[in-house]
């Protein structure tokens, strides 16, 4: 049994370097060493091409400017591919959940982990927030705050000069034969030899619904986790919650913490889980070893991880259980959820059943891209899991099922003629096909290198008739001027 010391207090900002931006722009200066030891970023290597539009096509278009979309832009920079954009909804300092709705105050990976690295020990989180915070601040964390990671995912993007464009929302992707189009919300297009789409969570279906709660209650009684939520409105209100997962405890203490008189969280399940197999799953192997199995382990280990659902922190229950008002119900039936005079009627069975003044839903995220817009048009063609393998009845999961059956290059597969292979998605709806990689903090320090590896096979292919004239054109460097040897004749000859 494993002892928790930390009670994942925040580190006091106090015991840190009273002045960081001369300790950052000197390990800015050691980035910029490292980079040129290793000769990085790459030369590039890509042909150009126009697009339907007239104009030079994008080699890569990455759709998510958070960690993982992040990531993967400076991994195609250093691969020399530095044909691409990073396009995100949300305005600049806003991409991801970290300063939205993360309401928890750190991360809950260990501040360890190296993060958006590519081996390079001064890209790490570690050596970032010691520059940026001092060595006192550092030692001092538990876990990372969640406006620290925030800040290095955004330090990433600016040392590495990554391009992104934000306040720009893709609503449609447009495949064809050789190229994708991305239509944005403003009509405009945009064409690149390959997408990327990196949304993150909240890209994947939008959040769980919960049957029986009713349309007419409005924003102003019921909200999900994922929502913006004015929890300032409930003061001295009642809260349901419904779950029991980590953002449900989350929301339940930033609720409690804003002054509402109560929160009652109801959960079908009979007690909290125990175990965080995200801890040992995380490991190289589960990494890279997971797209390697066969379907049927895949499967079989998809669900046990899928059964084993994940444990909140203790430092977030116990920010709850530190205020008053919280109840945790368990072996509770939820059944409905309709407007009252004034608040919301809860009706449910083991629980507390009656009135209250809001509802949040701490019901998680769908997986399932038939409900998420930018895939309408083209999630009738997508190759599912449930077109592929049928499990024997004791893991039958129809919720896993609808996951896309993706590539070796995250590339969605096609049932049919249609041509999808250009579109790699790099989200959580890739869990049954490729674990965790493209879906948490763990996996950031190989994960985006392993997709760019990917990409640079596929690029390189494609482009290969221009490539290789290119290098049947190429006569820079003389090799032999200098010497008697010299024929100038014969100069991309073979000299045979």
């Given at each position: 049994?494993?002892?928790?010391?930390?009670?994942?207090?925040?580190?006091?900002?106090?015991?840190?370097?009273?002045?960081?931006?001369?300790?950052?722009a000197a390990h800015e200066a050691a980035v910029a060493a490292?980079?040129?030891?290793?000769?990085?970023?790459?030369?590039?290597?890509?042909?150009?091409?126009?697009g339907p539009d007239g104009k030079p096509m994008l080699d890569?278009?990455?759709?998510?400017?958070?960690?993982?979309?992040?990531?993967?832009?400076?991994?195609?920079?250093?691969?020399?591919?530095?044909?691409?954009?990073?396009?995100?909804?949300?305005?600049?300092?806003?991409?991801?959940?970290?300063?939205?709705?993360?309401?928890?105050?750190?991360?809950?990976?260990?501040?360890?982990?190296?993060?958006?690295?590519?081996?390079?020990?001064?890209?790490?989180?570690?050596?970032?927030?010691?520059?940026?915070?001092?060595?006192?601040?550092?030692?001092?964390?538990?876990?990372?705050?969640?406006?620290?990671?925030?800040?290095?995912?955004?330090?990433?993007?600016?040392?590495?000069?990554i391009p992104v464009r934000n306040d720009a929302d893709a609503?449609?992707?447009?495949?064809?034969?050789?190229?994708?189009?991305?239509?944005?919300?403003?009509?405009?297009?945009?064409?690149?030899?390959?997408?990327?789409?990196?949304?993150?969570?909240?890209?994947?279906?939008?959040?769980?619904?919960?049957?029986?709660?009713?349309?007419?209650?409005?924003?102003?009684?019921?909200?999900?986790?994922?929502?913006?939520?004015?929890?300032?409105?409930?003061?001295?209100?009642?809260?349901?919650?419904?779950?029991?997962?980590?953002?449900?405890?989350?929301?339940?203490?930033?609720?409690?913490?804003?002054?509402?008189?109560?929160?009652?969280?109801?959960?079908?399940?009979?007690?909290?889980?125990?175990?965080?197999?995200?801890?040992?799953?995380?490991?190289?192997?589960?990494?890279?070893?997971?797209?390697?199995?066969?379907?049927?382990?895949?499967?079989?280990?998809?669900?046990?991880?899928?059964?084993?659902?994940?444990?909140?922190?203790?430092?977030?229950?116990?920010?709850?259980?530190?205020?008053?008002?919280?109840?945790?119900?368990?072996?509770?039936?939820?059944?409905?959820?309709?407007?009252?005079?004034?608040?919301?009627?809860?009706?449910?069975?083991?629980?507390?059943?009656?009135?209250?003044?809001?509802?949040?839903?701490?019901?998680?995220?769908?997986?399932?891209?038939?409900?998420?817009?930018?895939?309408?048009?083209?999630?009738?063609?997508?190759?599912?899991?449930?077109?592929?393998?049928?499990?024997?009845?004791?893991?039958?999961?129809?919720?896993?099922?609808?996951?896309?059956?993706?590539?070796?290059?995250?590339?969605?597969?096609?049932?049919?003629?249609?041509?999808?292979?250009?579109?790699?998605?790099?989200?959580?709806?890739?869990?049954?096909?490729?674990?965790?990689?493209?879906?948490?903090?763990?996996?950031?320090?190989?994960?985006?290198?392993?997709?760019?590896?990917?990409?640079?096979?596929?690029?390189?292919?494609?482009?290969?008739?221009?490539?290789?004239?290119?290098?049947?054109?190429?006569?820079?460097?003389?090799?032999?001027?200098?010497?008697?040897?010299?024929?100038?004749?014969?100069?991309?000859?073979?000299?045979?």
């Amino acid at each position: 049994m494993t002892a928790f010391a930390a009670t994942g207090r925040l580190p006091d900002p106090a015991n840190g370097d009273p002045d960081h931006t001369g300790g950052l722009a000197a390990h800015e200066a050691a980035v910029a060493a490292d980079l040129d030891r290793l000769c990085l970023p790459r030369k590039p290597f890509t042909a150009p091409r126009t697009g339907p539009d007239g104009k030079p096509m994008l080699d890569v278009l990455v759709i998510g400017a958070g960690q993982f979309g992040t990531g993967i832009a400076a991994a195609l920079k250093l691969a020399g591919i530095p044909n691409f954009l990073v396009i995100d909804r949300a305005p600049a300092g806003q991409e991801g959940p970290w300063v939205t709705y993360a309401r928890m105050p750190t991360l809950r990976s260990p501040k360890h982990l190296p993060g958006l690295c590519f081996g390079i020990p001064s890209l790490t989180f570690p050596s970032w927030c010691r520059a940026a915070k001092g060595d006192a601040y550092y030692e001092e964390m538990y876990k990372i705050p969640n406006q620290d990671w925030q800040d290095y995912i955004l330090w990433v993007r600016e040392v590495l000069d990554i391009p992104v464009r934000n306040d720009a929302d893709a609503v449609e992707l447009l495949p064809e034969n050789d190229h994708v189009g991305v239509m944005l919300a403003d009509g405009e297009v945009i064409f690149a030899k390959r997408v990327v789409v990196a949304s993150g969570r909240a890209g994947t279906g939008g959040y769980a619904a919960l049957a029986g709660v009713s349309p007419e209650l409005g924003p102003d009684r019921v909200a999900h986790t994922m929502h913006d939520i004015d929890f300032s409105r409930l003061a001295g209100k009642r809260v349901a919650m419904v779950g029991v997962g980590s953002s449900a405890f989350d929301n339940a203490a930033t609720a409690l913490e804003a002054g509402a008189a109560s929160v009652d969280m109801f959960a079908r399940r009979e007690v909290l889980p125990q175990l965080n197999k995200g801890r040992p799953s995380s490991v190289l192997g589960f990494l890279d070893g997971w797209m390697a199995l066969p379907d049927a382990d895949k499967w079989r280990l998809g669900v046990y991880l899928d059964l084993m659902a994940g444990v909140p922190p203790h430092e977030t229950v116990q920010r709850c259980l530190k205020l008053p008002g919280m109840s945790v119900h368990f072996r509770t039936k939820f059944l409905s959820a309709t407007p009252s005079d004034d608040g919301v009627r809860i009706e449910v069975e083991g629980g507390p059943a009656g009135d209250y003044d809001f509802l949040i839903l701490g019901t998680g995220f769908r997986v399932d891209l038939a409900h998420e817009p930018l895939f309408e048009s083209i999630h009738s063609q997508i190759l599912l899991w449930q077109d592929v393998y049928a499990p024997p009845p004791e893991l039958e999961r129809p919720h896993l099922g609808v996951q896309p059956y993706i590539g070796d290059a995250f590339e969605l597969r096609s049932k049919g003629e249609d041509t999808l292979e250009r579109i790699h998605l790099f989200n959580t709806a890739t869990f049954m096909s490729a674990g965790t990689m493209a879906g948490d903090v763990p996996a950031l320090d190989v994960a985006p290198e392993r997709l760019v590896t990917a990409l640079t096979q596929k690029l390189f292919v494609e482009d290969f008739e221009p490539i290789f004239q290119d290098l049947q054109d190429w006569e820079d460097e003389h090799e032999l001027e200098t010497t008697p040897f010299y024929a100038p004749d014969f100069v991309n000859k073979t000299g045979r």
